[in-house]
């Protein structure tokens, strides 16, 4: 009796091992699966790449800072040199894309030369969160003469203030495709990046 108890905790804590172990695993498998999305992502939206632009699209974080901690807030602001409209897409270290604007305070995309812009908007009531997990978030901006088409809102889950945009990685390939067929003139991008790093304990308390 002694015995088969022995041998039944030592199957039991086998068990237990083997769901550890298989979780941890399964939690790094979903976090590498993220991150290689994210990184394709990345690329597809480098791809979108105006060498000669006949006008200027600036995109920045209000504090310009490189590197954030998990928690907290940041605000993007953009600006251009002529009469625009913009897309910006940005692009969570999780491989989740969100287009920021246009957006529900200004639905039309459409920005006035010089005039600078805030995400969030000063009337927004709300703050921009920095969410993780660890890695290197990007934000791409895409300024046209026209509106861009390429982003429609079929393509987007809109139940929210900005809507996460399904298959990312197909949007990118169809914005260059779009404005790979433009004049050079009549549009200009810009992609800013920084880093996401866990917040210090002091900050989490």
Known sequence: MKRVHSTAM???IAAV????LGFGLQVACAASASDM???QIVVEAKKIKNENPRFKIKLWTEDNKSKYSEGQTITFKF???RDCYVTLLDIGTDGAVYKIFPNKWHASGKIEKDKVY???PK???FTFKIKGPQGMEYVKAI????PLKSVPEATAKTAQDFPMIEDADVVMKNIKVEVDKKDSSTWAES???FNIVTAPKAEKE
């Open 10 to 12: 030592v199957i039991g």
């Open 17 to 20: 091992l083997s769901f550890v």
């Open 37 to 39: 999305k994210a990184k």
């Open 79 to 81: 600006s251009s040199n």
């Open 118 to 120: 805030e995400i969030p």
């Open 123 to 125: 009337d927004g009531e």
């Open 143 to 146: 300024a046209t003469l026209d």
């Open 191 to 193: 992609l800013i990046s």
